[in-house]
């Protein structure tokens, strides 16, 4: 029977290759290796714990050792994605950790999403709870804040057309696309401007 893949070592041998490792980065390596390894090691230790007979955990200390488990073999990926890198620099493997840092991102967004979905969901209870004020929790404080106050643009028009009451309203361009289709794309080049550039993963 093979070993697991969490061993340490084995994690090494199946994700690191022997690829020529140059003489200025040789260094780096058994650092980067005891990154793999060390995670290796706690994943092994902690999937141990969650199956002892022995000792119980309570279902908050079994999502948490769960939790830290996921962290930790995408730790061992990110730790073998270095090593290889000091390995052997090239296009490839670059390419390999620029896949590597999607797959992560898209690992994050996921996360986040689950979090502000709790976040959400203990607001609302708030809300249900507690009327417009200032609250203090422990250490902190919570502010419950009404709503924001906005116009309601089709029962105002009805009721104040433009027509009869100009001073009411205000005129702005349109959105660039379409100037850019009225009146062509040179014509309003210089009058565009550009936000910050930003990554989309999917």
């Known amino acids: ?5 969490n061993e340490p070592r084995m994690v090494q041998q199946k994700l690191v290759s022997d690829e020529d490792l140059s003489f200025e980065l040789a260094a780096l390596v058994p650092t ?12 092994d230790k902690a999937t141990k714990l969650l199956l002892s007979d022995k000792i119980m955990l309570t279902d908050e200390q079994h999502t ?18 270095i090593s290889k890198l000091l390995r052997n620099p090239d296009e490839e493997l670059c390419q390999g950790l620029f896949e590597a840092q999607a797959a992560r991102i ?3 967004q ?39 106050r906005r116009i309601n643009a089709g029962t105002f028009e009805k009721a104040y057309p433009a027509t009869k009451y100009p001073g009411a309203y205000q005129l702005k361009p349109r959105p660039l696309s379409q100037l850019e289709k009225l009146l062509s794309v040179d014509a309003v080049a210089d009058y565009a401007m550009s936000g910050k550039p930003t990554v989309v993963v999917s």
């Open 106 to 108: 898209v690992e994050l």
């Open 32 to 43: 980067a290796n005891g990154i793999t390894n060390a995670a290796s090691t706690f994943i």
């Open 110 to 148: 996921a996360e986040i999403a689950s979090r502000q979905e709790e976040v959400d969901e203990l607001k609302a209870r708030i809300l249900d709870s507690h009327p417009a004020g200032t609250y203090q929790a422990g250490n902190l404080k919570v502010q419950v804040k009404p709503g924001a």
């Open 1 to 5: 029977m093979s070993k697991p893949i």
């Open 64 to 81: 948490a050792v769960s939790s830290a488990i996921a962290i930790a073999q995408l730790t061992v990926k990110e730790g073998a994605a």
